[in-house]
C-alpha cells in the first residue's frame, strides 16, 4: 500500500494543513513556534502508533511524510518570500530528500539529509540572494 493511502499519512497533512497556514506578513521567527509544535504533536501521535503496536516500517515512512510536510511548507515560503522581494527566481530548484530520509526510513533522532538540485552554472547576486533566504 503507498504511503499515500494510509491514515497516518492523511493525518499528517490535514494536521498540517491546520497548523501550517499563516496570515501574510507573519514573519518566518513568528512562524517557528507553530513549526516546532506541529513536530511535537505529530512526533507524539506517531510515539501513541508505536505503542499501540504500529509496525516500524510504517511508523518510519510516516516520521519522513511529517518532514515531508515541513520541508516543502519551509521550502514553499522562501520561494514566495524571494519571489515578492527580488522577482522571478533565477533558475529552476529542486529539494531532493537522500539516507534514510530518502528511502523514507526516518528514525527518531535520525539525521535528515537533503540536497538543492539546480542547474550548475547558476551564480551571480539573484542566486545569493535566494541561498540567504533558503538559508
Known amino acids: 500500500m503507498p504511503i ?15 497548523r501550517l497556514v499563516f496570515d501574510p506578513g507573519v514573519s518566518r521567527n513568528q512562524q517557528l513556534p ?9 512526533n507524539e501521535m506517531l ?3 508505536h505503542q499501540q503496536g504500529e509496525s516500524g ?7 519522513s511524510a511529517m518532514v515531508d510536510v515541513v ?13 515578492t522581494e527580488h522577482g522571478a527566481l533565477p533558475c529552476k ?6 539516507g534514510g530520509y530518502g528511502r523514507c526510513e526516518l528514525n527518531p533522532h535520525s539525521d535528515i539529509d537533503i540536497m538543492f538540485l539546480y542547474p550548475e ?9 535566494f541561498q540567504e533566504v533558503l538559508a
Not at 516500517?57 to 516520521?63: E, P
Not at 520541508?71 to 514553499?76: A, Q, R, V, Y
Open 4 to 18: 499515500q493511502d494510509n491514515s497516518i499519512f492523511r493525518r499528517l497533512h490535514k494536521h498540517a494543513q491546520k
Open 34 to 42: 507553530a513549526y516546532k509544535r506541529y513536530i511535537q504533536l505529530e
Open 47 to 49: 510515539k501513541r502508533h
Open 57 to 63: 516500517l510504517k511508523l518510519c515512512q510516516a516520521r
Open 71 to 83: 520541508i516543502e511548507n519551509l521550502f514553499l515560503a522562501a520561494l514566495d518570500l524571494y519571489t
Open 93 to 98: 530548484m529542486a529539494v531532493l530528500a537522500t
Open 121 to 129: 552554472k547558476i551564480t551571480g547576486k539573484n542566486f545569493d540572494k
